[in-house]
């Protein structure tokens, strides 16, 4: 199957980055390509360094664009940064987070509740599957992600279900789990979108560590930009997009000080300057893009 990701905000996010030709810049999350070919095309000596921890999305970068001098292609996750960046500093840095359409699209991967496939949903296909978490978690675990990841109501009487179904034969596949899910959900709540989106979103950040690393990452990635650099980010759940504008919100604020007080004493200054407060999808975007519907683009510079 080729590798194909239709990236949404597309024209918003590179015209966010202001790019210099002669710049460095970073795409935490390279996908297919299109990003990191747009900011290609608009640098002459500046450099690229691609990342992603998809060696499916490593491979068929390297194969798009890899034969570029000006690339760097890197397999890893993006909260190790400065580690892959080893003391540069950038003019730009962008991170399209969630799933790609390729592994949403790719039913061997295990995303997608609409295609059977094992429960797989690992981005990096390595470690813990989605298999693991079903079938090895507690009930109260199970529960616990599903309300904290998933935002989902019906979290407790779905872990119920699960450790029930678990207990006569291990739950392998994808439709296996959609339908406990359907199962567990009243009838009158089924006909607002598929009853399982909210579960599988929780097992997939859950198996991921998606949550877990980015308000570190953002902090790191922001670290890494030199002065008048900007952090463009492209989240698609209210979970992920609250911790940047909060992270955001954090590299903004100057005194601290009681307002009491009749001079600051506490010497803190904004570090960064709010490009936009969150961009989203216009209406020929979601006519065209139905994955475009929950995107939201937040972008930063950074400040002396």
């Known amino acids: 199957m080729e590798f194909s990701h239709v990236s949404v905000l597309f024209d918003e996010t590179i015209e966010s980055l202001n790019i210099n030709p002669r710049g460095l810049y970073v795409d935490c ?3 297919g390509a299109g990003h990191s070919r747009a900011i290609l095309e608009r640098l002459t000596t500046g450099h690229l360094v691609a990342i992603d921890r998809d060696p499916d999305a490593v491979k068929v970068i390297t194969e798009r664009i890899g034969s ?3 690339t760097e292609i890197v397999l ?3 909260d190790n940064i400065k580690t892959i960046l080893g003391g540069r500093q950038a003019d730009g ?27 797989d949903m690992r981005m990096s296909k390595t470690g813990k599957s989605a298999f693991d978490v079903v ?4 009930e109260k675990e199970l529960s616990d992600i ?3 990841y998933g935002e989902e109501k019906f979290a407790r009487k779905i872990a119920e279900n699960i450790i029930k179904e678990r207990a006569v034969s291990p739950i392998e596949t994808t439709l296996q789990l959609a339908e406990i899910v359907k199962n567990s959900y009243p009838a009158k709540f089924r006909r607002d979108g598929h009853p399982a989106r909210k579960t599988f979103q929780a097992i997939r950040i859950e198996v991921n560590g998606e949550l877990e690393m980015l308000g570190g990452a953002v902090q790191d990635m922001f670290d890494s930009l030199k002065i008048g650099g900007r952090l463009s980010i492209i989240t698609f759940h209210s979970l992920e997009d609250r911790i940047v504008k909060e992270k955001f919100k954090e590299f903004t604020q100057g005194c601290t000080c009681p307002k009491e007080f009749p001079i600051c004493v506490c010497g803190k200054t904004p570090k960064g300057k709010i490009i936009n407060k969150g961009i989203t999808a216009g209406e020929k975007e979601l006519n065209d893009n139905n994955r475009s519907r929950s995107a939201r683009l937040r972008t930063i510079e950074k400040i002396g």
């Open 93 to 119: 840095i962008l991170a399209d987070l969630g799933v790609s359409s390729f592994q949403l699209d790719n039913a061997e991967r295990g995303f997608s509740f609409h295609n059977d496939a094992f429960l």
């Open 135 to 138: 079938n090895g978690y507690s």
């Open 29 to 31: 999350t390279c996908g």
């Open 68 to 70: 570029d001098e000006k």
């Open 76 to 78: 890893d996750t993006f």
């Open 146 to 148: 599903l309300f904290k």
